[in-house]
């Protein structure tokens, strides 16, 4: 393939997320299986797409450093990206990354269009080594710099104090780590870490994942379901239950989309019998596709809305899992383009959704059961806020302090497990377990 078409590819892709709101692994999946691509052009692709992306906003603010006017959003995808190109791979002579963004111009928006981009990046690409960029304050270049949102700025330096807050966003523009779980019923641990050979290590995060130099979709380990995807935090959401793994249980996950964790519970609590829900179908579907390829059979697909109670759920479960929707701010580095969409008023309202459904969720406990709540997200308001409301409102339940075997992490005093994603290399997280007892009269 050209390089005319990856770049056109990543353009459409880049497009379909800023224009579209289109989250970008599902993006790149599409793009990658309509084109039939090679793994090098997919590598190519990905780097500009995820690096435009988590670079966006001090890309175009040195955009408009040297443009007069407003640019269009056609145009302003292909000289930002060309701008990242021009910045962070240096692989690529600048003439050649500046000839691809005018041809690509030309042929999306015509001539005229096209001399407009070569005027603007070649004057950017002679003053690459002094950019002479303006800010307002220092504090104004950190967060443009690093492409943080202000309002998403705000929030973590309120939370966690100015210099966390800005450990936290310059996480944001690192890479994770190749993270992969093992299927306990197709192969051990250890068989599997000799199979994948020099490629492959155990994770110090979580006891149940390793950590993979290269990801290969096309292996035939992943491809016959001896491993999973899942990061190392998400992982631990099966550890943090601490439960008998021999003992016979009912399990409930009430939002279980896409499904990694259901899996994994049902995979460790081998005897027990699960039932994954969501409110959407063709999310089930997902999970009954993983289901039949890692060979699980103790679990059930339920189109159940975690928001409305069902009556048959009551009082009959052992340990209900609530992972619930959340802002995502914990997944930053997988998914750059939430930070643009974090604002104070919608964590307010995913917030409230959160504490909906915990609330309906308790009610399915059994007394001495366990209720256990996770988010992917690092806000307070969707997290330990929650649950300290929750703990107020419900006297019948106890926060109870999580233990995890084999694993670096530390547990909070409180007892929860918080992962700001700066800490470990992997996603920000939290996770509460919570008791029910006897409700005393």
Do not use: W
Not at 21 to 42: C, G, P, V
Not at 289 to 304: G, H, S, V
């Amino acid at each position: 393939m050209s390089n005319i078409n990856t770049r056109k590819i990543s353009y459409e892709i880049l497009y379909d997320i800023f224009q579209e709101d289109a989250y970008s692994n599902i993006t790149l999946n599409k793009y990658f299986n309509k084109y039939k691509l090679e793994e090098q052009d997919k590598r190519f692709i990905s780097e500009v797409v995820y690096g435009t992306i988590k670079n966006k906003m001090y890309l175009e603010h040195i955009l408009k450093n040297y443009s007069k006017g407003r640019v269009k959003p056609k145009v302003k995808i292909i000289i930002i990206m060309a701008i990242y190109q021009l910045l962070y791979m240096d692989k690529t002579p600048s003439f050649a990354i500046i000839d691809e963004a005018v041809k690509l111009s030309k042929k999306i928006l015509g001539n005229i269009t096209g001399n407009f981009v070569n005027g603007i990046l070649r004057n950017i690409e002679r003053n690459l080594n002094d950019l002479a960029l303006k800010y307002k304050n220092k504090e104004e270049k950190f967060y443009i710099e690093n492409s943080c949102p202000e309002e998403l700025y705000s929030i973590l330096k309120r939370q966690y104090g100015k210099e966390k807050a800005q450990s936290i966003v310059k996480s944001f523009n690192s890479k994770s780590k190749n993270s992969i779980r093992y299927n306990p019923l197709k192969i051990s641990k250890e068989s599997l870490l000799e199979k994948l050979g020099s490629n492959a290590l155990s994770s110090d995060i979580c006891e149940d994942s390793l950590l993979l130099n290269k990801l290969d979709m096309n292996n035939k380990y992943f491809k016959e379901g001896y491993y999973i995807i899942q990061d190392e935090a998400s992982s631990l959401v099966a550890c943090a239950i601490g439960e008998d793994v021999s003992t016979k249980y009912n399990i409930l996950d009430t939002c279980a989309a896409p499904g990694g964790k259901s899996l994994h519970i049902a995979s460790k609590y081998f005897n027990s019998s699960l039932i994954s829900c969501d409110k959407y179908i063709h999310k089930l579907k997902l999970i009954q596709e993983n289901i039949k390829k890692l060979e699980i059979d103790n679990i059930k697909t339920y189109e159940q809305d975690a928001t409305k109670c069902n009556i048959d759920f009551l009082n009959n479960f052992d340990i209900v899992i609530c992972d619930v929707p959340c802002s995502g701010i914990g997944v930053i580095k997988n998914k750059p383009e939430i930070k643009y969409k974090i604002t104070d008023k919608y964590i307010e309202s995913i917030a409230a959704l959160q504490y909906k459904i915990l609330e309906n969720s308790k009610g399915y406990v059994k007394v001495g059961g366990v209720l256990v709540y996770s988010t992917c997200t690092i806000d307070k308001r969707e997290n330990i806020e929650n649950i300290e409301r929750f703990l107020n409102e419900n006297k019948d339940f106890r926060l109870e302090k999580i233990t995890l075997n084999n694993s670096k992490v530390k547990v909070q005093d409180n007892g929860t497990i918080e992962i700001l994603p700066d800490d470990y290399e992997c996603d920000g997280f939290f996770i509460a377990k919570l008791r029910k007892m006897e409700e005393k009269c």
